[in-house]
T-cell receptor, first 112, second 110 residues
Framework: DAGITQSPRHKVTETGTPVTLRCHQTENHRYMYWYRQDPGHGLRLIHYSYGVKDTDKGEVSDGYSVSRSKTEDFLLTLESATSSQTSVYFC???????????FGPGTRLTVT | GQNIDQPTEMTATEGAIVQINCTYQTSGFNGLFWYQQHAGEAPTFLSYNVLDGLEEKGRFSSFLSRSKGYSYLLLKELQMKDSASYLCAVRLNRDDKIIFGKGTRLHILP
């Protein structure tokens, strides 16, 4: 299994509070991704990174920001959480050559 | 915009064959993935097609036609453990931006 972890695995927070989710990899892969998965919508790309300090927006980036200061960590921040951001968040990594993406175990976030 | 379509749900019988279709209309194309996802778990990689044709891997095969914007995943000798969602995804560009369809939930009946 690829070395990819997410923290926390579960979080309940209140509307309006800031939340940061962490993705950590030990594979030294160049590319990292944040997706959210909701019933009826499938996996939707929030942001992705193609290198340290290099990030780009995905399909549903509003309300989210990311940072990647080193290869192994990719942080997703909800500056002011809303109930519409209740979801399961998956991080993924790829090296761009092996044609595979490896997914982390997911973080279940509930915003009340 | 980007559009990746797959059927929402399918049902098949244990031991049978099922084909899950995926059509895409995207701003770029640099390959197509199929993933399997069991309920409550992360997606796991099944196959990747970048050229037209059929790729076979055990009981699973994947086909791609770039001119038609079409792919399918073929599952043979279905087993109960194949009950899962199957996700079609497109790599849009060389910077590895990858987006997904909504997934097809496959039910296997004994």
């Amino acid at each position: 299994d690829a070395g990819i972890t997410q923290s926390p695995r579960h979080k309940v927070t209140e509307t309006g509070t800031p939340v940061t989710l962490r993705c950590h990899q030990t594979e030294n892969h160049r590319y990292m991704y944040w997706y959210r998965q909701d019933p009826g919508h499938g996996l939707r790309l929030i942001h992705y990174s193609y290198g340290v300090k290099d990030t780009d927006k995905g399909e549903v980036s509003d309300g989210y920001s990311v940072s990647r200061s080193k290869t192994e960590d990719f942080l997703l921040t909800l500056e002011s959480a809303t109930s519409s951001q209740t979801s399961v968040y998956f991080c993924a990594i790829s090296d761009g050559t092996a044609y595979e993406q490896y997914f982390g175990p997911g973080t279940r976030l509930t915003v009340t | 915009g980007q559009n990746i379509d797959q059927p929402t749900e399918m049902t098949a019988t244990e031991g049978a064959i099922v084909q899950i279709n995926c059509t895409y209309q995207t701003s770029g194309f640099n390959g197509l993935f199929w993933y399997q996802q069991h309920a409550g778990e992360a997606p796991t990689f099944l196959s990747y097609n970048v050229l037209d044709g059929l790729e076979e891997k055990g009981r699973f095969s994947s086909f791609l036609s770039r001119s038609k914007g079409y792919s399918y995943l073929l599952l043979k000798e279905l087993q109960m453990k194949d009950s899962a969602s199957y996700l079609c995804a497109v790599r849009l560009n060389r910077d590895d931006k990858i987006i997904f369809g909504k997934g097809t939930r496959l039910h296997i009946l004994p």
